[in-house]
């Protein structure tokens, strides 16, 4: 394996680090105080509209469109820049690289037809609508995702819908147009994979309503949100439905592949802007007559920080070339050690910058306190750490059991 960046990509990273240092550091908290003081904290603020006409002009845009379908760049090439865009939690979307959009997009890429890419690709590859992933429900716990019983029931050239819906990341946004809903169409279906389908339904449509916005750990997640939706005999066409009847839940997993990777990316950039900040308060104050960086257990932190760091950026980029190499299916013992790996890691680094920060560490001065909580998310978000870990355990028992039990 090479992870050595070509030189197509060394010149993105530079340029990507040159934009966010000349326009994503220096507006970071103007930007949140705006969206904090806003009367229309779910629109998007006309700073990010000025970052995103700029990033398309620097040819920094949809950085992330898979190479088997029209990019530039395959996973490998992708994951430093996704780590650089990262540092700052709101900046992929100046470039058209946030989530939920990346995932959305992927999937209709490579499940939609000729005429949903039309109408919703198309104006989610050029930034002009928002969309959102309903499939996480209230009511079961959806990290089984045969769980999931919001009802899809066809009545001629029609889908019925009904159920509730929750943290459907970015659905609160004003731009927000299009939902992809998953929800059981076949609950009688023997095959427990084979009862789910993945319908495309406008949020303008009747019967969509915004029952509440949920927070995390204190936070609205302006502009995006993660609402409460009620789906209320919702109907929208039969041709709405992707890929096929049935097929809901082979599309989730071939999605949320490359959005757990992406995810682990991001948290990457976060960590290693923690520890960079580590280092520098360590320099900047002084306790007990010497500077933080001279005492023990400061640079034990630093140190453990940076290791944990460097592990999981190189597991990341094994998980990548993998992708790259062999497909998702493949690699997907990869993928999973990732999703279990990155977030606990940034967590840990996050938590240690924070304490060497002291009190000044848990408030909006920094971004420490925020990164934790997306950080937190993530271990939640397209499967929690068990359903992993069961995943991962159970396919390498079966690698490695004795040859007389195979």
């Not at 996704?82 to 540092?87: I, L, T």
């Not at 050239?157 to 731009?175: H, L, P, Y």
Request: with cysteine.
């Amino acid at each position: 394996m090479q992870f050595e960046s070509t030189d197509k990509v060394k010149s993105l990273i530079s340029r990507l680090e040159a934009f966010m240092a000349e326009h994503v550091y220096p507006v970071e908290h103007a930007y949140a105080e705006e969206l904090a003081q806003s009367a229309t904290p779910w629109s998007t603020p006309a700073r990010m509209e000025e970052l995103k006409t700029k990033a398309r002009a620097a040819g920094l845009w949809n950085l992330f469109r898979p190479h088997d379908h029209g990019g530039e760049l395959s996973n490998l090439e992708y994951a430093p820049l996704a780590e650089v865009m990262g540092r700052v939690i709101w900046a992929p979307e100046a470039f058209n690289c946030n989530a939920p959009d990346t995932g959305n997009m992927e999937t209709l890429l490579k499940y939609g037809n000729d005429a949903q890419k039309r109408e919703w690709l198309e104006p989610l590859l050029a930034g002009e609508i928002r969309s959102g992933f309903a499939m996480t429900e209230p009511d079961v716990a959806s990290a089984d995702a045969t769980n999931i019983a919001c009802s899809m029931r066809r009545e001629g050239n029609e889908w019925v819908i009904n159920g509730r819906k929750w943290f459907t990341t970015g659905a609160m946004r004003e731009s927000c147009r299009i939902l992809i809903v998953m929800g059981k169409s076949d609950p009688d279906n023997a095959d427990r994979h084979r009862q789910q389908s993945m319908i495309l339904v406008p949020k303008d449509t009747p019967g969509v309503r915004i029952v509440r916005s949920v927070t995390t750990m204190g936070y609205a997640e302006f502009p995006f949100g993660e609402p409460e939706i009620a789906f209320e005999d919702v109907r929208v066409p039969y041709e709405n439905v992707l890929l096929g009847e049935g097929r809901g839940f082979e599309i989730a997993q071939g999605r949320l592949g490359p959005g757990r990777i992406h995810h682990c990316m991001r948290l990457i950039g976060l960590a290693q802007r923690a520890l960079e900040r580590m280092c520098q308060r360590a320099e900047e104050r002084t306790t007990f007559g010497r500077r933080l960086s001279q005492h023990q257990s400061v640079r034990e932190d630093i140190a453990r920080s940076y290791c944990d760091i460097e592990q999981a950026r190189l597991l990341t980029l094994m998980a990548a070339d993998r992708m790259d190499q062999h497909g998702n299916k493949v690699a997907r013992d990869l993928i999973a050690a990732i999703k279990i790996v990155a977030p606990s890691m940034a967590l840990g680094v996050l938590d240690r910058c924070m304490q060497i920060h002291g009190a000044a560490g848990l408030t909006g001065d920094f971004f420490m306190a925020e990164a934790y909580n997306y950080a937190r998310q993530i271990r939640l978000a397209d499967g929690p750490d068990q359903v992993h870990m069961m995943q991962l355990g159970r396919d390498l028992v079966r690698r490695y059991q004795a040859p007389e039990l195979q």
